[in-house]
């Protein structure tokens, strides 16, 4: 059974970090696109950034929405099978729910190019 997991999620203040992780449980993630998303209240779902398939290293594409270019990074730890995101100098917009998503071979910006998807870390960005 293929599982993802987010973690690192929480309350921060204007300005400040926040380094999110999503493990995955019966896929090998270094094979998987890789993809987070973000909801906020009474908005639709967004891309926010998204790296390819890199085998058995730790580099591969990245493609981020213009919102967080410059302030969020994505990296790969495949020893501990994780993807993880870190955001910095995050304002109140980037308050949602934040979402990883994977698939096999194949990466992009939209949720259903996706075959698996975790339940979600809530980030709340305060004033």
């Known amino acids: 059974q293929v599982q993802l997991v987010e973690s690192g999620g929480g309350l921060v203040q204007a300005g400040g970090s926040l380094r999110l992780s999503c493990v995955g449980s019966?896929?090998?993630?270094?094979?998987?696109?890789m993809g987070w998303f973000r909801q906020a209240p009474g908005k639709e779902r967004e891309f926010v950034a998204a790296m390819s398939w890199t085998g058995g290293s730790t580099g591969g594409s990245t493609d981020y929405t213009d919102a967080v270019k410059g302030r969020f990074t994505l990296s790969r730890d495949n020893a501990k099978n994780t993807m993880n995101l870190q955001m910095k100098s995050l304002n109140p917009e980037d308050t949602a729910v934040y979402y990883c998503?994977?698939?096999?071979?194949?990466?992009?910006?939209?949720?259903?190019?996706?075959?698996?998807w975790g339940q979600g870390t809530q980030v709340t960005v305060s004033t």
């Open positions: 019966g896929l090998y993630l270094g094979s998987c696109g």
């Open positions: 998503a994977a698939r096999k071979f194949a990466w992009g910006r939209t949720w259903e190019q996706y075959d698996y």
